[in-house]
T-cell receptor, first 113, second 109 residues
Framework: DGGITQSPKYLFRKEGQNVTLSCEQN?????MYWYRQDPGQGLRLIYY???????QKGDIAEGYSVSREKKESFPLTVTSAQKNPTAFYLC????????????FGEGSRLTVL | EDQVTQSPEALRLQEGESSSLNCSYT??????LFWYRQDPGKGPEFLFT???AGEEKEKERLKATLTKKESFLHITAPKPEDSATYLC??????????FGTGTRLKVLA
């Protein structure tokens, strides 16, 4: 079945550590996205990528980094510069030809100890 | 400023009690409006896409409608398994999506 796989589902980090969240898709979509979800707020865009080896900052990119070396993969690194990293992180993808629906992974919950 | 507002924030219904969720939006241009269902601890699940005023989509007990300023998600004769958070999003431009904060729906047996 086609879909988006995020791992790990739960992750704990000590302050000062970088962590990387994995996102893999087999939908053959060109565009991939990372969102952050906090209670009482709408999803906020961290980074998105239209094609391999290209990505753009979203609304809250500070303290995060991404790479897009393969079409199927779009990992997100939460760096120690991110002041409030505890959140639910969602990876999504869409076909690039039009602004169509996003398909989401199951999410990764990051907790800073 | 592009904005999406969902109401109510929370809704409790008895099983079989039909109701509607609202998504009002202010955007510079609408390329699409999307409805999602999200269960606790899970990623949003896509329900519907609406592109132009007057358009309607249906799926089981759910029906989504769109006007120039808002969208409604009508739930007919809901069941407990319909309990979830329903998210609305609009796309004012390519690769850009604005999400509302959602409506938490609880259907009581």
């Amino acid at each position: 079945d086609g879909g988006i796989t995020q791992s790990p589902k739960y992750l704990f980090r000590k302050e000062g550590q970088n962590v990387t969240l994995s996102c893999e898709q087999n939908l053959n979509h060109d565009a991939m996205y990372w969102y952050r979800q906090d209670p009482g707020q709408g999803l906020r865009l961290i980074y998105y990528s239209q094609i391999v080896n290209d990505f753009q900052k979203g609304d809250i990119a500070e303290g995060y980094s991404v790479s897009r070396e393969k079409k199927e993969s779009f990992p997100l690194t939460v760096t120690s510069a991110q002041k409030n990293p505890t959140a639910f992180y969602l990876c999504a993808s869409s076909a690039w030809q039009y602004t169509g629906e996003l398909f989401f992974g199951e999410g990764s919950r990051l907790t800073v100890l | 400023e592009d904005q999406v507002t969902q109401s109510p924030e929370a809704l409790r219904l008895q099983e079989g009690e039909s109701s509607s969720l609202n998504c009002s939006y202010t955007v510079s241009g609408l390329r699409g409006l999307f409805w999602y269902r999200q269960d606790p601890g899970k990623g949003p699940e896509f329900l519907f896409t609406l592109y132009s005023a007057g358009e309607e989509k249906e799926k089981e007990r759910l029906k989504a409608t769109l006007t120039k300023k808002e969208s409604f998600l009508h739930i007919t004769a809901p069941k407990p398994e319909d309990s979830a958070t329903y998210l609305c999003a609009v796309a004012p431009g390519t690769y850009k999506y604005i999400f509302g904060t959602g409506t938490r729906l609880k259907v009581l047996a």
